[in-house]
């Protein structure tokens, strides 16, 4: 079945340091990509999404690109800061069926 | 608009009670899930409807738990007798089904059964 793996966490970044979280997902098809993010306390809240191959998605300094040859969607972004701690989960959609990802948990020291 | 609503945020109760979760989706989504998050087991999905119908219950943990969704506003999540492993973050989430449309999800219901 469908399946998304993304590297263990938690990921512990000095504040401007450069964030990559990896995700390669199992599917049939071609899905759809998100990433979700989760602030404490808080429900998940889309980020980004690409929805064919080579798509870049992008938001709040964050980008993914779908590549479809690596089947992966790695997160990345330049220069974090400390408010971007928070838990961060991949997904895919094909037709009806939503797949997370067991989460990776980010912490950003000042 | 609103978002996604769920009541109640939180709620304590004791072992063996009733618990009833509920969910309002956002106007116009078709597609509604239910979640439960713990720290041990992460996110889960539990069930999902598309047009108000339950079409993947797999998740569900045992007979204790049951959803419905009697119209395209409302659903509920209910366990029946609670124990306290069932302690943990519920979340519905709605989305527009097909496509490339992505889940909104609600703020949570903490759950905490002494």
């Known amino acids: 079945g469908d399946s998304v793996t993304q590297m263990e966490g938690p990921v512990t970044l000095s504040e401007e340091a450069f964030l990559t979280i990896n995700c390669t997902y199992t599917?049939?098809?071609?899905?759809?990509l998100f990433w979700y993010v989760q602030y404490p306390g808080e429900g998940l809240q889309l980020l980004l999404k690409?929805?064919?191959?080579?798509d870049k998605g992008s938001n709040k300094g964050f980008e993914a690109t779908y590549r479809k040859e690596t089947t992966s969607f790695h997160l990345e972004k330049g220069s974090v800061q400390v408010s971007d701690s928070a838990v961060y989960f991949c997904?895919?959609?094909?037709?009806?069926?939503?797949?997370f990802g067991p989460g990776t948990r980010l912490s950003v020291l000042p | 608009d609103a978002g996604v609503i769920q009541s109640p945020r939180h709620e304590v109760t004791e072992m063996g009670q009733e618990v009833t979760l509920r969910c309002k989706p956002i106007?116009?989504?078709?597609?509604l899930f239910w979640y439960r998050q713990t720290m041990m087991r992460g996110l889960e999905l539990l069930i999902y409807f598309n047009n108000n119908v339950p079409i993947d219950d797999s998740g569900m943990p045992e007979d204790r738990f049951s959803a419905k969704m009697p119209n395209a506003s409302f659903s509920t999540l209910k366990i029946q007798p609670s124990e306290p492993r069932d302690s943990a973050v519920y979340f519905c989430?709605?989305?527009?089904?097909?496509?490339?449309?992505?889940?909104?999800f609600g703020p949570g219901t903490r759950l905490t059964v002494t």
């Open positions: 106007s116009g989504h078709n597609s």
């Open positions: 989430a709605s989305s527009l089904s097909g496509g490339n449309y992505e889940q909104y």
């Open positions: 997904a895919l959609k094909r037709g009806q069926n939503f797949v």
């Open positions: 690409a929805t064919k191959a080579d």
């Open positions: 599917a049939t098809g071609y899905p759809s």
